[in-house]
T-cell receptor, first 119, second 111 residues
Framework: DVKVTQSSRYLVKRTGEKVFLECVQD?????MFWYRQDPGLGLRLIYF???????EKGDIPEGYSVSREKKERFSLILESASTNQTSMYLC??????????????????FGSGTQLSVL | TQLLEQSPQFLSIQEGENLTVYCNSS?????LQWYRQEPGEGPVLLVT?????EVKKLKRLTFQFGDARKDSSLHITAAQTGDTGLYLC???????????FGSGTRLLVRP
């Protein structure tokens, strides 16, 4: 099965620090995504990438940037961490985009998440 | 304002009881998915529905997509402790390539 690996399970950073969250997938998927998950708000899309070096802003890109130098790796960067960026960050990958049907691999495959605390 | 509203937000029931979780919107979706997320893990897909009025069954779980493709429900029969988790609906709109997630329903099934 597809494996999406996030480099850290827990991270604690100081306000103003530059933070890198790394995500690697092993199934040659074109599409990769970064979401943040906050209680009562569900998952909100920060950025996604549909190819190497290609990126698109999601719904809440402010304060974040991304890098996709290799197909399997998608990094989320917090240039100057702030306390309101304390959250669970989830990386996902997908073979298909532009609409899901009912085939078993037409879905998002998620990593286990990184719980980031900014103090 | 959440585009996809889920209700209830929290649900605590006894093992063996039945329950229904709702996912509602004023927008039309081309497809809708249900994911379950267990503590310490990412969401995992349960089902995708694409046709208005569609009903899908996955063992004790029954999923329904509304006729107008604006809402969906998840019904669990004879809940088990292993059903405990966060249930998320996610819709894909015709006009967008983004998957929009609801706020989630946190289910606790007590033994």
């Amino acid at each position: 099965d597809v494996k999406v690996t996030q480099s850290s399970r827990y991270l604690v950073k100081r306000t103003g620090e530059k933070v890198f969250l790394e995500c690697v997938q092993d199934m040659d998927h074109e599409n990769m995504f970064w979401y943040r998950q906050d209680p009562g708000l569900g998952l909100r899309l920060i950025y996604f990438s549909y190819d190497v070096k290609m990126k698109e802003k999601g719904d809440i890109p402010e304060g974040y940037s991304v890098s996709r130098e290799k197909k399997e790796r998608f990094s989320l960067i917090l240039e100057s961490a702030s306390t309101n960026q304390t959250s669970m960050y989830l990386c996902a990958s997908s073979l298909y985009w532009g609409g899901f049907g009912t085939q078993t691999n037409e879905k998002l495959f998620f990593g286990s998440g990184t719980q980031l605390s900014v103090l | 304002t959440q585009l996809l509203e889920q209700s209830p937000q929290f649900l605590s029931i006894q093992e063996g009881e039945n329950l229904t979780v709702y996912c509602n919107s004023s927008s039309v979706f081309s497809s809708l998915q249900w994911y379950r997320q267990e503590p310490g893990e990412g969401p995992v897909l349960l089902v995708t529905v694409v046709t208005g009025g569609e009903v899908k069954k996955l063992k004790r779980l029954t999923f329904q997509f509304g006729d107008a493709r604006k809402d969906s429900s998840l019904h669990i029969t004879a809940a088990q402790t292993g059903d405990t988790g966060l249930y998320l609906c996610a819709g894909m709109m015709d006009s967008s390539y983004k998957l929009i997630f609801g706020s989630g329903t946190r289910l606790l099934v007590r033994p």
